[in-house]
């Protein structure tokens, strides 16, 4: 077997075996965020904010202008300068180029609706005077010299002369109602962090402080290579024959993550075709995820190919289930090996894709979370991933989590960490929550 070396983009990155379970996962991670910076241009794209939500911030991004980006009425009714009371004017009039008209009257040359309303801009030429006002509406411009904005509802208009509507609050002179220009942010200052996987509010967001577009992290792609001459892909199998349980979790996993499937291929279990599928699918994707074949049978193709193929970085896990694990680096990309048993198989990708995909998007890793055993659970001969669910004293296994298994982890709501002395009722651990 010819060893293809140690890919460019892996070179800093240090083999573990047997690893155990934090260190795997953050040399997943380390990977990912490599791969992702041998890309050209970083693996980063622009894209319009009608198309930003879910995806993950590239870079810091700052507002290009302060929002709100002028001050504003929070309230239907008249900005006025000094207590009172005011004669009601004309932007023209206050602008130095008045034609003598109401205000009313300059309305209807475009800064009214059809229905006589003011515009939110109809203000923005105006400059009040000591016992002035103008009417603004809400979300309508503050024009400067504003002392306060008085509602409708407490203001009484006399033809051009306005007046606070007797027992009105006198809270109404304080300067209220005004919303001044950047209350949310300043212009310049960051409202999106790197790694951040944007939601619709944030695009939003960053439409209102004046951007376009945003800079994201490319979608990984990521290629299934199932394995098994033996896997049936619907109906009942005769004994000694399975159905496939990864064409349809995988795919969901790996979204959950920020990738995208776009190759599911299946391969016998012989070494050529499978070397030959392998070699087409590293060529075009971010992420090889393999399935079964990992142990060191004379039946199992896949570890002998990865080991070929592949700068090794992870060589099985010091953790039950999902123990046959292979991560590596191909020359264009990572690899990750997984058991043909289904709850071996989800374990792994949960911990190493999900990790090595955070890092190719530059988010964090999800982190484990604080649990507390819910009962006494034995030790075994290294850590245990159990599908586990939350009850009112703590967390507990569920039922059915054998490797080969997959009803626990349907009913799961995270995976329990049971290390090798086992834990005792009460005991603090961690916990995985699941991303579905």
Do not use: K
Not at 129 to 143: E, H, K, L, R
Not at 296 to 309: I, K, N
Request: net charge neutral; with cysteine.
């Amino acid at each position: 077997m010819s060893h293809p070396g140690v890919p460019a983009w892996s070179s800093g990155l240090e083999p573990l075996h047997h690893a155990a379970r934090d260190a795997a996962r953050a040399l997943a991670h380390r990977a990912g965020s490599a791969l992702a910076g041998s890309r050209p241009g970083g693996a980063i794209e622009i894209i319009p904010l009608d198309r930003a939500a879910g995806r993950t911030a590239a870079h810091d991004v700052r507002a290009a202008c302060p929002v709100p980006h002028y001050a504003s009425s929070a309230m239907d009714g008249y900005a006025v300068h000094g207590p009172g009371p005011w004669r009601v004017v004309a932007p023209g009039s206050l602008a130095g180029g008045s034609d003598g008209r109401r205000l009313d009257d300059h309305l209807t040359d475009g800064a009214a609706t059809s229905s006589g309303t003011p515009l939110p801009s109809a203000a923005s030429a105006v400059t009040l005077a000591t016992g002035t006002a103008v009417p603004v509406v809400t979300g309508g411009v503050i024009p400067d010299g504003t002392t306060t904005v008085i509602r409708e509802e407490f203001a009484t208009r006399r033809g051009d002369v306005l007046e606070l509507s007797q027992g009105s609050p006198r809270t109404e002179l304080a300067g209220r109602h005004i919303r001044p220009a950047g209350t949310e942010c300043a212009e310049g200052e960051t409202v999106v962090r790197a790694g951040t996987v944007l939601s619709p509010a944030h695009a939003a967001f960053l439409a209102v402080a004046g951007r376009d577009d945003v800079p994201v992290r490319t979608v990984p792609r990521v290629a299934l290579l199932l394995t098994g001459s033996e896997v049936r892909t619907s109906g009942l199998p005769a004994p000694g024959y399975v159905r496939d349980a990864f064409s349809m979790s995988l795919p969901p996993m790996v979204e959950a993550f920020g990738g995208r499937t776009v190759t599911v291929r299946r391969g016998p279990d012989d070494a050529a075709a499978l070397r030959s599928l392998f070699r087409e699918l590293s060529a075009e994707h971010d992420l090889v995820v393999t399935t079964g074949g990992t142990s060191r049978s004379r039946a199992d193709f896949v570890r002998p190919l990865v080991q070929d193929e592949c700068h090794v970085l992870v060589d099985q896990l010091d953790l039950m289930p999902g123990h046959p694990t292979l991560f590596g680096a191909a020359r264009d990309t990572a690899v990750l090996a997984l058991p043909g048993n289904p709850l071996g198989a989800m374990v792994a990708f949960l911990l190493l894709g999900g990790a090595f995909l955070a890092g190719h998007l530059g988010r964090d890793p999800q982190p484990f979370a604080p649990a507390i055993a819910g009962e006494d659970l034995a030790g075994a001969r290294s850590e245990r991933l159990l599908p586990a669910r939350r009850h009112e004293e703590g967390w507990v296994p569920c039922r059915a989590v054998g490797s080969n298994m997959v009803r626990g982890v349907a009913e799961a709501q995270g995976l329990l960490s049971v290390p090798r002395d086992g834990l005792a009722r009460g005991r603090e651990t961690v916990v995985l929550p699941l991303p579905w």
